[in-house]
């Protein structure tokens, strides 16, 4: 994720001036695109598949912010799990990570609203419905 930012602002670039799939950095860029989709790609499983992956993720980080705490080390506000939940965790990362980069790559890639983009956004629904249900339970 480090160099996410710089990926998505060169794509953005390319696509705006006109993407070109003979121009070799055009495709390069293409395909590191298609690689961090992938990497990031799991919230376009069904629900039943995604969540386990998640929980997973986010025990990961919980355990390495726990590390870093009881070391006296500086750690990432998104693993704390005393502030984060999955639901705040995934409404953020699917609003303002996954969403923006899929539908970026669907401007080249158009075929990708119904199999991809569109599971994308179910998903993000269903971890707001949870976010809020969080709420009414006081966790969130």
């Known amino acids: ?6 990926l998505m602002a060169s794509f953005k670039k390319v696509v705006e001036a006109g993407f ?5 950095e055009h495709k390069m ?3 590191q695109m298609i690689m961090k989709s992938a990497d990031i790609s799991n919230e376009v499983r ?3 598949v995604a969540e386990p992956w998640v929980d997973c993720l986010l025990e990961e980080f919980f355990t390495q912010s726990d590390r870093e705490k009881a070391e006296g080390l500086p750690y ?3 693993m704390d799990r005393e502030k984060v939940t999955k639901a705040t965790a995934q409404v ?5 990570v996954m969403v923006p980069l899929f539908e970026l790559v669907s401007k080249v890639l158009p075929n990708m609203e119904e199999p991809i983009i569109k ?3 179910q998903a993000l629904a269903y971890y707001k419905e949870l976010q809020e249900k969080e709420k009414k339970e006081g966790k969130a």
């Open 119 to 121: 599971p994308i956004r």
């Open 20 to 24: 070109n799939l003979e121009d070799p």
């Open 46 to 48: 069904p629900t039943d």
């Open 29 to 31: 860029l293409l395909l």
């Open 76 to 78: 990432a506000p998104f």
């Open 92 to 96: 953020g990362f699917i609003q303002f």
């Open 1 to 6: 994720m480090a160099k996410h930012g710089d």
